[in-house]
């Protein structure tokens, strides 16, 4: 079992910023910046294109609903999105606001307080 299905089963706790039968979003806990939110299907398979088509298309819609949402909520030029996938063994995809291209560089993190991560989950899901 994947520590995302641990997160999506609410075994492990996670920022939330929301859900559907299908997806979970959530904040990444260890953000290349502020914001920085995971996309994953709740079907635990391991790499993104073994998803169905219907699949991947609908975790890619929903990855935009988000993303939207979060341009919204942070204040940032864009909002890039990577798929690595090496580090979990979950599909997933990394939607990060972006001031610069260095924002998208998984060498560069930033640190945040349990309060700021709830506050910004908040706000990113009001724009929902």
């Known amino acids: 079992m994947s520590i995302f299905t641990k997160i999506i089963s ?3 706790p996670s920022y939330k910023i929301a859900e559907n039968n299908q997806f979970y979003a959530f904040l990444d806990i260890n953000p290349n910046a502020k914001g920085h939110t995971l996309v994953v299907p709740k079907r635990e398979v391991n790499k993104l294109f073994e998803l169905d088509s219907k699949e991947y298309s609908d975790l890619m819609a929903y990855a935009r ?3 939207i949402a979060l341009e919204k909520a942070i204040p940032c030029k864009r909002i890039g999105m990577a798929v690595i ?3 979990v063994p979950h599909a997933h995809v990394h939607l990060i606001p972006l001031q610069a291209m260095e924002d ?3 060498n560069k993190k ?3 307080k349990p309060e700021e991560f709830e506050q910004l989950a908040k706000l990113i899901a009001a724009e929902l």
Do not use: P, R
Request: hydrophobic share 55%.
């Open 10 to 12: 609410g075994e492990i």
């Open 65 to 67: 609903k988000i993303a």
């Open 85 to 87: 996938g090496l580090e």
């Open 104 to 106: 998208i560089q998984f």
């Open 110 to 112: 930033v640190t945040l």
